[in-house]
């Protein structure tokens, strides 16, 4: 294998895909390696896919991409230990296609990309692990496998290599993470007929919905839970902040079996059949925890850059995103016959500032941090709405003005009318 | 609620055991044994790999590794994990994912 190439990519995830894909469309030479034994033996989501981000990358996904469900109704819950305050929006403009987003099953569609990007003609080799990165002095020219004289040689290095980003942390490229720079999510595939699915869940064939869940179930932890229908079966998990994790010490496996045994879930999963229990890390630290994302002849892409929006679920977005930019700064640079120096790199980052990806980022950089030190959000809050909503909703003979005052007792107990104003101001700050 | 066994879970997951050749290793047993008090690779692990036992060891398998990364980073004060990816093709083949 002691061959040179203008791309190495680590990794076939959405960002590596998204990658690989776009410079062997534009006739660059590419070598893709992946550690799994097919493209997404490795890989862990919800798992949602937002149509903007792959159209940009392949239009046509929709003829032959396996697609689960388009969602058309999206729930928000609020838990307490008994009962849920929620919200739904449901629309038949969601129903129009082409469809804004769907439920999809990453080891089946990761193979279906990574076809697609050997057919536009990157080198993709599976079961073959990356072990480290070849530099000379500063420089990354290459990457050492775990297969007999397996160093490939490059212009440039892509790292793909998901969250855990164990190659740029070997280069001294970062420091390691820290417990509050991750969410650990556990969860777990149960199977049922596609028409009990859509029954339960008043859909038609082809329609999906997606819950997400805050409160109680996260036992006081800052994370979230949720429950997506496939076509033939429902996902269920949840996901908290690994800091709060290791404070509280919480098993995991523990937490997301108490959630499916909350008496407004466990009907919904009823009589299915749990095939695959799965754990992931997911980068939740945001823009103030990012580390340094390109240098001489290398690039970070995706979860391995930390680039996840929390706030509103998104990532294998970003991923694609952040690997088409990668890929379209190399293009550029090659065709202009410039070299991967760090300083050329550099419009990776520009690219990278002047789209959605880090204005969002900036927008939600106080989040984690507010979340972090406010557990009442997940706690006191969830408990207290849903009291509020029992108190009202029982009929009992006492009268709603009187009903009104001990709700608002209640809460200003519970958090005092400083601790509420403060909230609400928190509140703003994280969202501002 | 009855206590629920993480084997069951991963009973329904498929592996490739690279047989011999553990992909985590805790580089030093005793500072397991004394000096961590906290041992939280033993309640936050999600596939339960690492086990207290009595005498205040930590014995990790990796049978069941899901490769997530938790044990690495959870080990903050004493960075006593040394975590590599299995060599390639080996450890959890997710079917789903």
Known sequence: MDEKFDAIVIGAGPSGNAAAYTMAKAGLKVLQIERGEYPGSKNVQGAILYSKALEEIIPDFRDDAPLERHIIEQQMWVLDDESYVGSTYRSAEFNKEPYNRYTIIRAQFDKWFSKRVQEAGALLVCETTVTNLIMDRNRVIGVQTDREGGSVYADVVILADGVNSLLAKKAGFHAELEPGDVALAVKEIHFLPEETIQSRFNIAEGEGVVIEMAGKITQGMMGTGFLYTNKDSLTIGVGCMLSDFKQQKTTPYMLLEQMKAHPAIKPLLAGGEMKEYTAHLIPEGGYKAMPQLYGEGWMIVGDAGMFVNAVHREGSNLAMTTGRYAAETVIDLLQKKLPTTAANLAFYQARLEDSFVMKDLKKYKRMPEIFHKNNQFFTTYPELVNRAAHTMLTVDGVDKKTKERQIRKSFKQRRSLFGLMGDAFKMWRAFE | ?97
């Not at chain 2, 008090?37 to 692990?45: F, L, M, S, V, Y």
């Not at chain 2, 899901?66 to 975590?83: A, S």
């Open chain 2, 1 to 97: 609620m009855t206590p629920v066994k993480v084997e069951e879970k991963l009973f329904q997951n498929r592996y490739r055991v690279d047989a011999g050749r553990p992909h985590i290793n805790i580089i030093n047993p005793t500072t397991c044994q004394v000096e961590c008090k906290t041992q939280e690779c033993t309640i936050c692990c999600p596939a339960g790999c690492y086990t207290a036992e009595g005498n205040g060891q930590v014995v990790l398998i990796t049978d069941g590794c899901l490769e997530c990364g938790t044990c690495r980073i959870i080990c903050g004060t004493y960075r006593n994990v040394d975590w590599e990816y299995p060599r390639g093709g080996y450890g959890i083949l997710f079917k789903f994912g």
